[in-house]
């Protein structure tokens, strides 16, 4: 909705909709395909390409750093780190440690 309302122009976005279209309608179930991470991607590569804040050149360049990566790398190491908390909460356990001299290299 934010792209449609505020953005010059919407190819991405429109090209990935079409593609959840058809998609969805051919197969013989109902099946979500537009995921989340899809869903976010498309509206940040949307961003570079299309907002105008960025020149052609300047959004490919970031595209093929592979900034958005970073994104769902962190998004996932910090799911894990956030799961492992919570599971050593939940079952009253302390952070494992090891002693100084199994991390050194003697």
Do not use: W
């Not at 570079?48 to 360049?61: I, K, V």
């Not at 093929?64 to 009253?92: A, P, W, Y």
Request: hydrophobic share 35%; with cysteine; glycine share 6%.
């Amino acid at each position: 909705e934010y792209i449609y309302k505020h953005f010059p122009r919407k190819s991405l976005l429109d090209y990935a909709s079409m593609v959840e279209n058809m998609t969805t309608r051919s197969s013989k179930k109902d099946t979500f395909i537009f995921n989340v991470d899809g869903c976010i991607t498309v509206h940040f590569v949307s961003l570079l390409r299309d907002s105008g804040a960025f020149t052609p050149e300047e959004a490919n360049e970031y595209i093929e750093f592979g900034t958005l990566n970073v994104m769902f790398v962190l998004g996932g190491r910090s799911i894990g780190f956030i799961s492992n908390h919570l599971d050593q909460k939940n079952l009253c356990s302390s952070l494992p440690r090891h002693p100084a001299s199994e991390g050194f290299i003697h």
